[in-house]
């Protein structure tokens, strides 16, 4: 069973930066072990729920192109959590944000958090 929380969103105005981080806790998931792959997605009024950024354990990272340049995806893995550094926001990156966790048998979602951006 793995839990996933969600925190750091909030309201910033367009240019500003925000920094996600996505906490696991659970007796079957370590950051630190091999074969999964955490990714950010985000979903807006109205729209699906898109893959943003992600990271898998062999350390590589990806970004869909709209946010390449301005988004970084990290990891601490003493921590057992993953960041999503947020920077230059724009009003279109305003959804709710959710970190998911794909491993063996494990296919878990975080509860999302809120990043709106004002114009």
């Known amino acids: 069973q793995v839990q996933l929380v969600e925190s750091g969103g909030g309201l910033v105005q367009a240019g500003g930066s925000l920094r996600l981080s996505c906490a696991a806790s659970g007796s079957t998931f370590r950051l630190a072990g091999a074969g999964w792959y955490v990714g950010w997605y985000r979903q807006a009024p109205g729209k699906q729920r898109e893959l943003v950024a992600g990271?898998?354990?062999?350390?590589?990272?990806n970004y869909v192109d709209a946010v390449k340049g301005r988004f970084t995806i990290s990891r601490d893995n003493a921590k057992n959590t993953v960041y999503l550094q947020m920077n230059s926001l724009k009003p279109e990156d305003t959804a709710v944000y959710y970190c998911?966790?794909?491993?063996?048998?494990?296919?878990?979602w975080g509860q999302g958090t809120q990043v709106t951006v004002s114009s």
């Open positions: 990271v898998s354990s062999d350390g590589r990272p």
């Open positions: 998911n966790v794909k491993a063996f048998r494990i296919d878990a």
